[in-house]
């Protein structure tokens, strides 16, 4: 089994047990918690505490955020007693960006470098070709002596008798 794999499959085992064991039996419901406190409310996760009023409500999971109505946001506590849900959110905006920009920036920077891999290679490549090429021309320029001296020595130096006039 991959190892990856592996932590995804303990990561959603310890979630699901930690959901399982912050919600409430059944017959429980946020509403008989009210003027409990703020901790005793939020033991179950789909509860919603709001200060002003000491009320212990469901949190409506229709709407994403609260309505005003039931509670107002830098009032209202979902999860942790200490953090209002407005800072909660903005806070869990603020990282969401983060991760975006900063995968975006590394998504860049990949292609950016793949690409500058590639010309570098071409370079390479087209050096190579040009190293090949003048080895050739010289070996072409001595067989071309090799030739010539080959004629003066048996003096065909002259112009060729059988060549076409």
Same mark, same amino acid.
């Given at each position: 089994?991959?190892?990856?794999?592996?932590?995804?499959?303990?990561l959603?085992?310890?979630g699901?047990?930690?959901?399982?064991?912050?919600?409430?039996? %059944?017959?429980?419901?946020?509403?008989?918690?009210?003027?409990?406190?703020?901790?005793?409310?939020?033991?179950?996760?789909?509860?919603?505490?709001?200060?002003?009023?000491?009320?212990?409500?469901?949190?409506?999971? *229709?709407?994403?955020?609260?309505?005003?109505?039931?509670?107002?946001?830098? @009032?209202?506590?979902?999860?942790?007693?200490?953090?209002?849900?407005?800072?909660?959110?903005?806070?869990?905006?603020?990282?969401?960006?983060?991760?975006?920009?900063?995968?975006?920036?590394?998504?860049?920077?990949?292609? #950016?470098?793949? @690409?500058?891999?590639?010309?570098?290679?071409?370079?390479?490549?087209?050096? #190579?070709?040009?190293?090949?090429?003048?080895?050739?021309?010289?070996? *072409?320029?001595?067989? #071309?002596? *090799?030739?010539?001296?080959?004629?003066?020595?048996?003096?065909?130096?002259?112009? @060729? %008798?059988y060549? #076409?006039?």
């Open positions: 089994m991959d190892s990856r794999s592996l932590a995804a499959a303990l959603l085992l310890f699901l047990a930690t959901v399982f064991a912050q919600t409430s039996a %059944p017959g429980k419901a946020c509403e008989t918690k009210n003027g409990t406190s703020c901790e005793e409310c939020l033991q179950n996760v789909t509860c919603l505490w709001c200060i002003t009023t000491k009320m212990c409500v469901t949190y409506p999971g *229709r709407t994403i955020l609260p309505p005003h109505a039931l509670c107002p946001l830098n @009032n209202a506590r979902w999860g942790l007693c200490w953090m209002n849900f407005q800072t909660l959110i903005i806070t869990l905006a603020v990282i969401g960006g983060i991760i975006i920009i900063a995968f975006l920036v590394c998504l860049f920077c990949c292609c #950016k470098c793949e @690409n500058f891999g590639s010309k570098r290679s071409e370079a390479k490549m087209e050096k #190579k070709a040009s190293k090949t090429r003048t080895k050739q021309e010289e070996r *072409r320029e001595e067989m #071309k002596q *090799r030739h010539e001296e080959v004629r003066k020595k048996y003096g065909l130096s002259g112009p @060729n %008798p060549s #076409k006039f």
